[in-house]
Structure formats: structure tokens, C-alpha cells
């Protein structure tokens, strides 16, 4: 809100009251009357009531600002504006021109007095100033801000006079330097622009300025010309430094240009202490002579010092005398040097070494290295002393306590080493007659040893004596002497027939015409040569082993140990690469390799159709290509395999074949089919050892003859086939499918009966229950461990329980047949679900090995084996018996058959096994042998 709007808020509410009032009471009264006219009226009325009351406002106001001294409010010129556009004269309004004089006389000093806030101004300009602001003040009072602001600044550029000239009169009372007449500088030049140009004071101090000026432009001019010289003498030196003295008066110490010339003319000083310095470091104090070398060296620097101080300097002429000496020196040893040279021809004498090494070594000190004819001469003088060192070397094996013997060719040419060595005085008179001595003797010695050659041009063994003397004589006088050449090719026959006979020591093949060797040997060295007679005996050893060997290579009984020993004697004498020990080494480590593995078919059980043709492939091997029908051990095996091939198929067999697990074969019986498994004539170890657990003190482990086969039932007797025979099944658990289910709660009296009745209800049968013998054996299945269980199973309750029913998991009840795993000979149940009776009376078992045929007697309790459902598990193992009355009937009691082999005749001898091993060679064919097919395939 500016300062009319301040002004004019009463007026212009007391003028709305004073209109508003008479505005409502002439609306009072208009409410009377009617008409146009009369409210024309009133408009016109209200509007001149408006402009008079807005004419008087404004002139209160603008007569409160303008008509007093005080400053010009803001919005003046407006209000004046709208004043003339309501006084009824306008701009001619008297009040209008008068406030509007004043106000522009105000603006016009404002805009004068501008000049005041800008730069400095001079007397003459701050004296009109002060003028303008008296007539300022005089129409808008003290109270103005402007005219403080200004009157402030005319106050300061006074005080800033004053300053100003107390600081340039400090300077008269000192000697001006640089640094002052810089500073006074920018003194001068602001006073300048705050007093008239012809000031007395700032005339004086300008006119020293200039003064000064002058002054140091001149003695600058004298000193310049350092800057461009790059060598300076000692007399210029001296003449630069006055005129750096006068300047100092001028200019301060840390001036920059002080600073470089005073260091440039340090440095020429300097320089020739640092000169004299550098040259006395290489050549000394006082040289006598000074070497090229050195001379090169401070070429340069003698140069620079001379050009400063002059030839006439005590240290330069004493320096030019050196090299002067020096070079007259050089050149004497010089011509020493070439006339010692000169007259060696090659080897200087051994008195010159010393002079000519002196000469050569000075001369050296003061010339450059690397003079190609020092370096001739430095070689001349190493070689000369390395020749002579040399000979001496040389000659040192004719020293009387050297023993090495002095060849023919080193005799020649020490002969002349001596001479060569005596004519430069390189060795005394009396060591070169010690000397002669030797090669004297060692002449004698080598005719010596050319007589010890004779025997060689006889037929006689060749001795280590001869063979010495030959090597030295071969040493002495080289391969080109006539009788070195004789013994040398009588040599080279007898170790080449040494050598190539030699391959009987070597281990080597004997080489086939070894009878004609022996010839030629012994034509050389005649029939006693000890090494010859050594050779005809090993000779003799070696055709004894391959006499004895020779029987490999025929079909015939092989003995292990005759081969063995003839094969350790062959390595020995001929070694592994001979080739008919390769051959024999090869078949007897297959006829080893072949019966090993037959060996172990006593231990077998059953075989799979894989494993009898691999032995039979093995035997027919045996027999057709290495050893025989002869050997006792194909013989054993081919009985064994005759057993294990089984017997013709039985009468009573429907089916058969054979599996994984070994042969097999099927009945028709009244229950329903059953299958049996074949276990062939065997040993077995029954009970248990000490360490197993669980064990009973019944349980004595002992071996046990079974020279039977028989068939074996696959599972425990069914209630199907029970109740078929015996009319009625006494299970206590019977089956909604009993030929799925073991029959139970029979004693060992009922399974009499039953078997009875099994064979007379099927003819040639020859049904029995086990022998106590029989069942351990079909339970082990080969194994000793005392369950026959999966390669991944452990022994205890969940292992034991993938091949047996048992307390832990049968549920309190018999299970199904074949629910279990089935063990190694493909039979179920033997460990668990019910436990079988077998056909012995309980007793010990034998203390010894005996043949077991018929059951045990001699008590009237039977066996329980292989636990059953109710047992734990513990009580499942293949040793675990349990003796029971012959009358007891028990849900936990069952039995199992066996059958007797019916082998079609004699029992297995091998015979048919040779037999068709010896038909290896033919083709394959196909034949009927004992009731059974079987398929025969050619071994290309």
C-alpha cells in the first residue's frame, strides 16, 4: 500500500458513508415518486458528489506531501496524474503546476547527485555535489535516504584523499628502491583522480617517480647484456659485477632479475674453481705426464679454462707440459716395442718377456685402449708366455716322476717342443738332459711292447696280458702300424665270435649254427680256451631243458613241476626272449589258467547255461589242442562236470532245463506241479564256528561227504499236495489257495506216511525227506556265512528278511511259497515260514570227515531245521538244529522232498565229457544224451 492509498482510505470511507447515507435517504423518498427522469437525476448527482469528494481527497494528500520540506513519497507523480483529470482546469490547476515544479526540480538534483554513487570523483565534482545536495535537502528535508547515502560517499572519497597523501609523503624520507616505486605506483594514480593535476604535492611525487625511472632504465641497460652471453671471462666477469653492485642500490635482494644475473655471475665464478677442479681430479696436482687418455678426458675443460684465464695461467702452462712429456714418452716405447717384436719372429725369448711387457704396460698407461698394435703386441706377449708355459706343460710328462707313458707320435713331437723351447731360453740346460733321458726310455719300452704282439700270429687263447699289451701299443703308435693291424683283425674275429656265441651268457636266443661258431673259435684260439669249454657245457644244459620242454609241443599229460623246473632252467641259461621258451611259456601258462579255473569245480553247485558251456569250452581246449584225454587233472574235472551236467531227464520229469541257478526239473504230482532242483555229489561243512552268533554247542562244525546227487523240492510241501495224498489238511492256517500255502502241524511219523503214499501214487519217484546233511547243504547253497542272502543284504532282521518269514515279519502266521527271495540253488523258504523235518534221528554230528549216505540213528527224536514263522530271526540260521519228538504236530512245523538221481547206468566217470570235448573240432550239431537235448557248436 503505497502513501496515497494510506492517506486516502479514511477520506474515502467517510465519503461512501456521507454518499451512502444520502443514498439511502433519497431512495426513501424517490420510493414516492415515479419516473425516469427523477433517477437521471440522482445518477448525475451521485457521480459530482463522487468527483468532488475524490478532488478533495487528493488534494489533502498531495498538499501533506508536497507543500512541507520532506522526501518525495512513491507514487507522487501518479496522484498528480489523477488529480488533473479530475480538478475541473486539468493540468492548468494552479495546486497541479505548483506540486509539479517542485517535484521535477527534486528529480532533476536526484539525477546530478547519481554521479556520487559511482566512481571517484575529483575536488571539482564533489564540490558541485555538496551544492546540489544543500539545495536537495532544502525541498525534501534531512529525513531523505538518498541524500544521507551521499552525503556518506563525499565524506569517504575526502577521507580517502587524506589517506592517500599521507601514504606517498612516507615515501620522502627514504631512498626509493623497485619494490617501493612499485608500491607508490597505484598510490599515485588514485590520487590522481581525487586532486587537480597541477597539485603541488602529486607534481613532486610524480616527478621522483620519474626520476627513479630513468635512473634504473639506465643501469638496467648496463647489466642486459649478461643474458646474452654464454662464456664469460674473468676480466668481463669483474665488469658485470660493478654494474650488478650499482643496481642492487636500486633494486631488492629477491628482485627475480637480481636473482638470475647474480646466480649467472656466481656460476661464471664457479666455473673455473670447477674447471680447475675437474681437470686436477683426472690428471693431479702436479702431473709429470698426462695421458692421452686423460688428455681426451678433459679436452674440454683445459680448452674452457684457457679461453678463461690465459696460456699465462700457472695450473694451463703446467698441464701443456704434462701432455707434451707424455706424448714424447708414448712414442719411445713405441719404437722399443716394434724392434723386440721385430725380432721374435712369433715367440719372443723368455729374457725379453719382462723389458717388453714394462714398455708395453707404459705405453698402455698413455695412449687410448684398444691401439691395434697394443693389442698386437699385448697378444704377441700372452701368446708368447702361453707358448712357453705351454711347452713346459708339455714337456712335463718326461719328468722322471710322471708314470704316464709317452707314446710314439708324443715322442716326435716333444723331441721338437724340447728344441723349440731350449732355443728361447724357456728351460735349463740340466732339466732339458732329464728330459732326453726319458724319451730315450719310453722308445725302449714301446719295442718292448711290440714283442709282446708275437703271440698273436699263433693259434692260442687270447690272454688278458696280450690283450693289455695290444691296447697299449694301439695307444702308442696308432691303428696304421703294421703289427697293431695284424693282432687288430685277429681281435675283431675272436670278439665277433665271442659276441655272437656270447648270446648262451646274454640270455639271448642261441644262434642256430652255433656248432659252426664253436669251429671258427676254436680255430682261433684252440680247443682248451677256457671260455670255450664253458660255453660247450652250457650248450649242453640248454638241450637238456629243451629235451625235457619238448613234450609241449605235443599233445600229452602235463606235469606241473617237470615244466616249471624246465622252464626256470631255459630262463635262466637262454632267457625270456628265446623263442621256443616263448612258446612253451605261453602254452604251460594256459594249461595253468585253464586247470586253475577247472580246479574249482568240485566247490560248484550249480551251473548256468553260460558257466557249462565256459567249462566245457575249457575242456575241450585242454583236450584238443594242448594236454590230452591222458592228464589225471582233465580227468578229475571232466568227472566233476559230468556231475554237474546232471543226470538223463528223469521218468517222472514233464519239463526241465536249465537257468541261473542250476538244472531243474518238473513233476506232475497229485497236488499240482512241482519243480526240483539238482544238487550234484558234493562236500559240505555243516554246523557252525565258534564265533558265530546265536550259536548252539550242537553245532559242531565238521566236514561231511555227500556222495549222492539228488533233487531237491523248490519250496516246502504245499497243502495242496498233502491233502491230495493224505485226504485232509491238518494246517491250522489253511489256504483259500493251498497250493500257495506250506502245509503245517504234521509230525515226522505223518511225513513217513505221506511219502509212502507219494510213491505209490507216482511209480519211480523215489521220494524222501532230506538228510540232515542234504538240507544244510541246500540251505548254505556253497556259502559259509549262515544265511544265504542277496550280495546288497546285511544280516539282520530287514536282510535276513528278504529270504525268510520270521517272527519280525511273517504277522503271527505261516506266508505264501516262493514270497521270499529264493537263495543260490533257487530254492524258497529254507530259512523260515515253517521249519522242515529231515529224515535223521538227533545226535552229534561226526568229529571227522565221513561219508554221509544213509540218515543218522540211534535216537527217537528227530530234526527241526531252518526256523520257522514264530521264530526270531537268530533262529533262522543254516547251522541252527532243533530236536523234536517224532509225534509232535505243531503250526510251526512243515517238510520238504528230495528225490534220488537216476543216472541211467554207472555213475559219472567223465567219459562222456572227454568225449565230447574230443568232438570240439566238429561242426555244430544237435543230439539226444540220456533223455536230454543238447547242442554241440564247432571250436574254430
Known amino acids: 500500500m503505497n502513501f496515497f492509498q494510506r492517506h486516502l482510505l479514511p477520506i474515502a470511507a467517510a465519503a461512501l458513508l456521507v454518499v451512502g447515507g444520502g443514498v439511502a435517504g433519497g431512495y426513501m423518498w424517490l420510493s414516492k415518486r415515479s419516473g425516469e427522469k427523477l433517477q437521471a437525476e440522482l445518477a448525475a448527482q451521485e457521480r459530482k458528489n463522487v468527483a468532488e ?35 475541473p482546469l486539468g493540468s492548468k490547476d494552479p495546486d497541479v503546476l505548483k506540486w509539479r515544479t517542485k517535484v521535477d526540480e527534486v528529480r532533476v538534483l536526484q539525477t546530478r547527485l547519481a554521479a556520487v554513487d559511482g566512481a571517484s570523483l575529483d575536488l571539482a565534482a564533489r564540490q558541485a555535489a555538496r551544492k546540489d545536495i544543500q539545495g536537495y535537502l532544502g525541498k525534501v528535508g534531512g529525513d531523505d535516504v538518498s541524500a544521507q547515502r551521499w552525503q556518506k560517499r563525499l565524506n569517504e572519497l575526502d577521507t580517502e584523499e587524506a589517506r592517500l597523501r599521507t601514504a606517498a609523503a612516507s615515501f620522502d624520507a627514504i631512498d626509493l628502491k623497485k619494490g617501493d616505486r612499485e608500491r607508490l605506483a597505484p598510490i599515485l594514480v588514485s590520487l590522481g583522480a581525487l586532486v587537480p593535476a597541477e597539485d603541488a604535492q602529486l607534481t613532486k611525487w610524480n616527478a621522483r617517480a620519474v626520476e627513479f625511472d630513468a635512473k634504473l632504465a639506465e643501469r638496467r641497460a648496463r647489466i642486459a647484456p649478461l643474458d646474452q652471453k654464454t662464456a664469460i671471462t674473468e676480466r668481463e666477469r669483474a665488469v658485470f659485477a660493478n654494474a650488478l653492485a650499482d643496481l642492487k642500490v636500486l633494486i631488492d635482494d629477491n628482485d627475480e632479475d637480481m636473482r638470475r644475473w647474480s646466480a649467472k655471475l656466481d656460476t661464471a665464478s664457479r666455473r673455473v674453481a670447477t674447471l680447475r677442479e675437474q681437470i686436477t681430479a683426472v690428471v693431479g696436482q702436479a702431473p709429470d705426464l698426462i695421458s692421452k687418455p686423460k688428455h681426451d678426458q678433459v679436452a674440454d675443460k683445459l680448452t ?39 725380432q721374435a719372429q712369433g715367440l719372443l725369448p723368455n ?67 724340447l728344441a723349440r723351447l731350449a732355443g728361447k731360453g724357456g728351460i735349463d740346460n740340466e732339466r732339458a738332459d732329464v728330459y732326453r733321458v726319458r724319451l730315450a726310455e719310453e722308445a725302449k719300452r714301446i719295442a718292448a711292447l711290440r714283442e709282446a704282439l708275437a703271440p698273436f700270429a699263433r693259434v692260442e687263447p687270447v690272454t688278458p696280458a696280450m690283450r693289455s699289451a695290444y691296447e697299449r701299443l694301439l695307444i702308442d703308435v696308432g691303428r696304421d702300424d703294421a703289427e697293431v693291424g695284424r693282432a687288430t683283425a685277429k681281435l675283431i674275429r675272436v670278439d665277433d665270435l665271442m659276441h655272437r656265441i656270447g648270446a648262451i651268457d646274454r640270455k639271448e636266443p642261441v644262434p642256430e649254427d652255433l656248432d659252426r661258431l664253436f669251429a671258427a673259435y676254436e680255430a682261433q684260439v684252440g680247443p682248451q680256451d677256457p671260455q670255450l669249454l664253458a660255453w660247450r657245457g652250457k650248450v649242453l644244459r640248454i638241450n637238456e631243458a629243451r629235451s625235457a620242454l619238448a613234450v609241449l609241443d605235443r599233445r600229452a599229460p602235463f606235469v606241473a613241476e617237470a615244466v616249471g623246473a624246465g622252464l626256470a632252467t631255459l630262463r635262466e641259461l637262454v632267457g625270456e626272449s628265446d623263442r621256443a621258451y616263448v612258446r612253451w611259456k605261453a602254452k604251460a601258462d594256459e594249461v595253468a589258467r585253464l586247470k586253475a579255473s577247472l580246479a574249482r569245480l568240485p566247490a560248484v553247485l550249480a551251473q548256468s547255461p553260460a558257466a557249462q558251456e565256459a567249462a566245457h569250452a575249457e575242456l575241450r581246449r585242454l583236450v584238443t589242442a594242448l594236454i590230452g584225454t591222458e592228464d589225471e587233472d582233465v580227468q578229475a574235472a571232466a568227472r566233476r562236470q559230468q556231475e554237474l551236467d546232471g543226470p538223463p531227464r528223469p521218468s517222472w520229469a514233464v519239463d526241465g532245463g536249465r537257468d541261473a541257478y542250476g538244472l531243474w526239473a518238473a513233476a506232475d504230482l497229485p497236488g499240482g506241479r512241482q519243480r526240483f532242483r539238482f544238487v550234484p555229489p558234493t562236500r559240505v561243512v555243516v554246523g557252525s564256528p565258534d564265533s558265530e552268533a546265536g550259536r548252539d554247542s550242537d553245532e559242531l562244525a565238521v566236514e561231511l561227504i555227500l556222495p549222492r546227487a539228488f533233487w531237491i523240492q523248490e519250496t516246502e510241501v504245499s497243502q495242496a499236495l498233502w491233502s491230495a495224498l493224505m485226504g485232509r489238511d491238518p494246517s491250522r492256517f489253511p489256504a483259500r489257495d493251498p497250493a500257495t500255502q506250506p502245509v503245517e502241524r504234521i509230525s515226522w511219523d505223518d ?58 515279519n511273517a504277522g503271527g502266521t505261516p506266508r505264501a511259497l516262493r514270497a521270499r527271495l529264493p537263495n543260490g540253488l533257487g530254492l524258497f523258504d529254507l530259512h523260515g515260514n515253517v521249519a522242515e523235518w529231515v529224515a535223521d534221528a538227533y545226535g552229534p554230528w561226526p568229529t571227522s570227515t565221513v561219508t554221509v549216505e544213509a540218515p543218522a540213528a540211534g535216537s527217537d527224536s528227530r530234526v527241526l531245521r531252518g526256523g520257522s514263522w514264530g521264530d526270531a530271526w537268530t ?26 538221481v537216476d543216472w541211467g547206468g554207472a555213475a559219472p566217470d567223465g567219459a562222456a565229457v572227454l568225449a565230447r570235448a574230443e568232438q570240439g573240432a566238429a561242426k555244430a550239431r544237435t543230439f539226444t544224451f540220456g533223455g536230454w537235448r543238447v547242442k554241440l557248436e564247432r571250436d574254430e
Open 751 to 808: 511225513t513217513q506216511a505221506f511219502v509212502a503214499a507219494l510213491n505209490g501214487a507216482a511209480e519211480g519217484l523215489g521220494a524222501r525227506l532230506p538228510l540232515e546233511a542234504e538240507w544244510e547243504l541246500a540251505a548254505r547253497a556253497g556259502n559259509a556265512a549262515p544265511w544265504n542272502l542277496p550280495a546288497d543284504a546285511v544280516p539282520d532282521a530287514d536282510g535276513v528278511g528278504k529270504v525268510a518269514w520270521t517272527r519280525e
Open 304 to 342: 674452457a679454462y684457457r679461453e678463461a684465464m690465459g696460456d699465462e695461467d700457472p695450473f694451463a702452462k703446467d698441464w701443456l707440459a704434462a701432455i707434451a712429456a707424455a706424448e714424447k714418452t708414448a712414442a719411445g716405447c713405441r719404437g722399443r716395442l716394434e724392434t723386440f717384436a721385430t
Open 53 to 87: 469528494s475524490k478532488i478533495a481527497r487528493l488534494r489533502q494528500t498531495l498538499a501533506a506531501a508536497l507543500d512541507n520540506i520532506a522526501p518525495l513519497p512513491d507514487g507522487v507523480e501518479a496522484s498528480l496524474d489523477e488529480l488533473a483529470n479530475y480538478a
Open 875 to 900: 533262529k533262522t540260521r543254516a547251522a541252527n538244529r532243533i530236536p523234536a519228538k517224532r509225534d509232535l504236530r505243531t503250526a510251526y512245523a512243515g517238510c520238504r522232498l528230495v528225490l534220488d
Open 351 to 417: 729374457g725379453v718377456l719382462g723389458p717388453f711387457e714394462s714398455n708395453l704396460r707404459q705405453l698402455e698407461s698413455l695412449i687410448h685402449q684398444g691401439d691395434a698394435q697394443v693389442l698386437e703386441w699385448d697378444q704377441l706377449l700372452r701368446d708368447s708366455r702361453r707358448q712357453l708355459d705351454q711347452l713346459r706343460s708339455d714337456l712335463a710328462v718326461l719328468e722322471p716322476t710322471d708314470p704316464r707313458p709317452v707314446t710314439a707320435a708324443a715322442q716326435a713331437d716333444l723331441t721338437a717342443k
